[in-house]
């Protein structure tokens, strides 16, 4: 193994405690991440195009019958929550407020785009969360629809509808080069290349968290209460949605999927609005943003072992045992 797979495959064994120092050089060096964040869409596509490369074509597409049910499970995920919660919140008389509109619309996204590595790093498949990053995605400009019409302080879907297909685009282009060389150059990836590919992907991951911590460390020194506040907040939405979907899965027969799907539930790309939504909506939702960084790269660390008690050890091995293809 030559030194950069090496270096590679420590980063892999160590891709928990990089995403904790990104999120901690995010907070504390708030000059180098604002000069990443306009590299944030770059950064996405890379991670991208690495998860697509790790999963292959034939794991990202599943059978039919798991096509079916990523169907169920985008619409449960991106429709029917977002709608129960918003009736909810129309019903007791919050649903203008920041808090209840950080929820309806994080529950509205898709999955985000490192969702495959973060189940990579909490020892389980990627690929059902690729399944579901890729289908959420297409679907998007239709689920997220009767959400705003449901509330229609939230503004123009339309525009929600271009982002989505942007977005939808970058996910086509890199899956598509992925693809194309696991097709031809790397038609098996071996446990070597698999680490590699894997330690790519978490430092990838850890210099897009420090990106998008941009508005933390400002709020860090100015409004620290305040920040905390949202913080315990972010942590109740993000962690309380996986631990209910994992529940839920559990009893419902999720098996080996359980980890990769639930991660999901919890961890949605409710940047996307921050390009299509009015100003006056999207600067409530800034610093619930900053914040829910934390308990997204927190995943792998906090509830693996969560995740391996759910689904049973055996079907959420590490990604050095796994099986190449």
Known sequence: MNTLAAGLALAARHGRLLLILGLVAGAL????ASALKPWLQELVALLLFLAALRVGPDRAAGSLRGAGATLGMVLA?????????????LVF????????????????APSI??????????????????????????????TVL??????PALGDGGQVVGAALRLLAVIGGAGAMAFALRRTVLRRLSAERVAALDGAAALTMAIVVIGLMSAVGPALRSAPVTLLGWLGFAFLVNFGFQIAAAI??????????????????????????LVALPPATTDQLLMFIGCY?????????LLSAFYRRMSGAASCTPHAQEETR
């Open 113 to 142: 785009s490192g969702s495959p590595n973060l189940a990579i790093l909490s020892g389980a498949d990627p690929a059902p969360a690729f399944r579901l990053l890729i289908l959420g995605t297409a679907l998007l400009p239709l």
């Open 293 to 301: 960084q934390v308990p997204m790269y927190t995943t792998p660390l």
């Open 248 to 273: 839920w899965l559990r009893r419902t027969g999720g098996g080996p999927d359980l980890p990769a799907k639930s991660i999901v539930a919890g961890n949605r790309n409710i940047a996307l609005f």
């Open 77 to 89: 995920y991106q429709m029917v929550l977002p709608l129960a919660v918003a009736a909810l919140a």
């Open 146 to 151: 009767p959400v705003f019409h449901i509330l």
């Open 29 to 32: 060096l708030p000059g180098l």
């Open 93 to 108: 008389g919050i649903a203008g407020t920041s808090a209840a509109l950080a929820v309806i619309l994080m529950l509205s």
